[in-house]
């Protein structure tokens, strides 16, 4: 089974701080791994992942991710926060070859000026 | 191109009756899936579709079933419903059971009293 590890409910960082998000998984098979972002009474949308190719994956919005295998980690970052990257964002993990997604519980990400 | 649509956008029942939520997928997708989002929560599988048949199906109760139709749009089905049932209800869409990479729609929120 496969589960997935968010620390922190809520994060809060002043406008033009370090962003850091983390994320921990647990997989019996060589894991995707997938950060979603979900703003106020919207779907989610995805922001990065990771497919096994490069380990530090770039994505949308100036964040990224790093994947690794000895601390079952894929924590996300981004160098400097703006207001409007206040939202929950969700780390997801897939079986290889699987699209059904397995959700941690959400981090809540505040910004302030 | 329409993304993934889903209808309606909110619903109100009471406990014990039956609802049906529908999903229209992203043009040129033909894999469905449910989420169940409780508030506070991560999304949490509740089944997939491909070529009209479920092929995956998360851990909830037979009182959600599902159907998908010859154009690959779905509808979610829960019967007998109960409070808890109360979530938001997100439906994805992707290409094939490989791992395409899924985009979600805003979600129906239902309300049970």
């Known amino acids: 089974a496969q589960s997935v590890t968010q620390l922190g409910s809520h994060v809060s960082v002043s406008e033009g701080a370090l962003v850091l998000l983390r994320c921990n998984y647990s997989?019996?098979?060589?894991?995707?791994l997938f950060w979603y972002v979900q703003y106020p009474n919207q779907g989610l949308q995805l922001l990065l992942k990771?497919?096994?190719?490069?380990?530090l994956v770039k994505g949308i919005n100036g964040f990224e991710a790093e994947f690794k295998k000895s601390e079952t980690s894929f924590h996300l970052t981004k160098p400097s926060a703006h207001m409007s990257d206040a939202a929950e964002y969700f780390c997801?993990?897939?079986?290889?070859?699987?699209?059904?997604?397995?959700f941690g519980k959400g981090t809540m990400l505040l910004v302030s000026p | 191109d329409a993304g993934v649509t889903q209808s309606p956008t909110h619903l109100i029942k009471t406990r014990g009756q039956q609802v049906t939520l529908r999903c229209s997928p992203k043009?040129?997708?033909?894999?469905v899936s449910w989420y169940q989002q409780a508030l506070g929560q991560g999304p949490q599988f509740i089944f997939q579709?491909?070529?009209?048949?479920?092929?995956q199906r998360g851990n909830f109760p037979d009182r959600f079933s599902g159907h998908q139709f010859p154009n690959y749009s779905s509808e979610l089905n829960v019967n007998a419903l109960l409070l808890g049932d109360s979530a938001l209800y997100l439906c994805?869409?992707?290409?094939?059971?490989?791992?395409?990479?899924?985009?979600f729609g805003p979600g129906t929120r239902l309300t049970v009293l």
């Open positions: 994805a869409s992707s290409l094939g059971l490989a791992l395409g990479e899924q985009f």
């Open positions: 997989s019996s098979v060589p894991p995707y």
């Open positions: 990771y497919t096994s190719a490069a380990t």
């Open positions: 997801a993990v897939s079986d290889r070859g699987y699209s059904t997604l397995t």
């Open positions: 043009s040129g997708h033909d894999t």
């Open positions: 579709y491909y070529e009209e048949e479920e092929r």
